[in-house]
């Protein structure tokens, strides 16, 4: 019996499973890539309660410092200044402290007074009030 000539056709599936086989076997051998760990932002929200005063983080990375404001200002309180947001690894446990300026105590806060970083929004809370004035939150 004759062969039948298998042409163009052939070559092209032998071609064809030669660069499949030979890609297969080029990311088998490719080094796996490192997941780096994901980071999210935590943040210290201080309100306006008129007092002054700092808010930090252990692990370092929010150093958040309110000035004390006049309660009879006709002006908002300034913005605080330092580092108010800091990214962390998710997962970490971060700890914050709250010191009052002279003239001022901590009225409420921080709250939470520690957390673990998770994906999304992650924040304390700190108001501080002057010793003799009026002391408020919107």
Request: proline share 7%; hydrophobic share 35%.
């Amino acid at each position: 019996m004759a062969q039948k000539h298998k042409g163009a056709r052939g070559v092209r599936r032998v071609m064809v499973a030669a660069v499949a086989l030979g890609t297969a076997a080029t990311i088998g051998t490719a080094a796996p890539v490192q997941a780096q760990p994901q980071q999210a932002t935590v943040s210290a929200w201080v309100s306006d309660g008129w007092g002054g005063g700092t808010v930090t983080s252990r692990p370092a990375g929010i150093n958040c410092h309110q000035e004390a404001w006049p309660s009879d200002s006709t002006e908002y309180q300034q913005e605080p200044t330092g580092s108010c947001h800091a990214d962390f690894p998710v997962g970490t446990t971060v700890t914050f402290t709250a010191t009052a300026d002279p003239g001022s105590f901590v009225n409420y806060g921080p709250a939470p007074a520690s957390l673990t970083v998770r994906a999304g929004y992650n924040a304390t809370h700190v108001m501080f009030c002057p010793d003799h004035d009026l002391c408020t939150s919107w």
